[in-house]
């Protein structure tokens, strides 16, 4: 069984920082892409930041220059560094994991981590 855990998510002022982290565990082949989405209440769950094994990187327009993502191979485990986060940051943010299982691509999530920014 594949398991996603998120971590990192919390209370943070206007301006502050937050990392999120994910890690990715269970009987795997290989992964061939792994990234962060949010959902803030109301709207539609999006896209925030992916990495794509052998590929490249890619952020929303929102969160450039704000957000970094990264990977531990190693580890099996998803990074990803906040800073300078708004009000409307404000999100659930869930990792995605894109990976390869006895022969099959498969897309797994974690549960969900809260990010709140509020003064």
């Known amino acids: 069984q594949v398991q996603l855990v998120e971590s990192g998510g919390g209370l943070v002022q206007p301006g502050g920082s937050l990392r999120l982290s994910c890690e990715l565990s269970?009987?795997?082949?290989?992964?061939?892409?792994m990234g962060w989405f949010r959902q803030a209440p109301g709207k539609q769950r999006e896209p925030v930041a992916s990495i794509i094994t052998g590929g490249s990187l890619a952020y929303a327009d929102s969160v450039k220059g704000r957000f970094t993502i990264s990977r531990d191979n190693a580890k099996n485990t998803l990074d990803l560094q906040m800073n300078n986060l708004k009000s409307e940051d404000t999100a659930v943010y869930y990792c995605?994991?894109?990976?390869?299982?006895?022969?099959?691509?498969?897309?797994?999530w974690g549960q969900g981590t809260q990010v709140t920014v509020s003064s």
């Open positions: 269970g009987n795997i082949c290989s992964i061939n892409g």
């Open positions: 995605k994991a894109d990976v390869w299982v006895y022969g099959t691509l498969r897309n797994y």
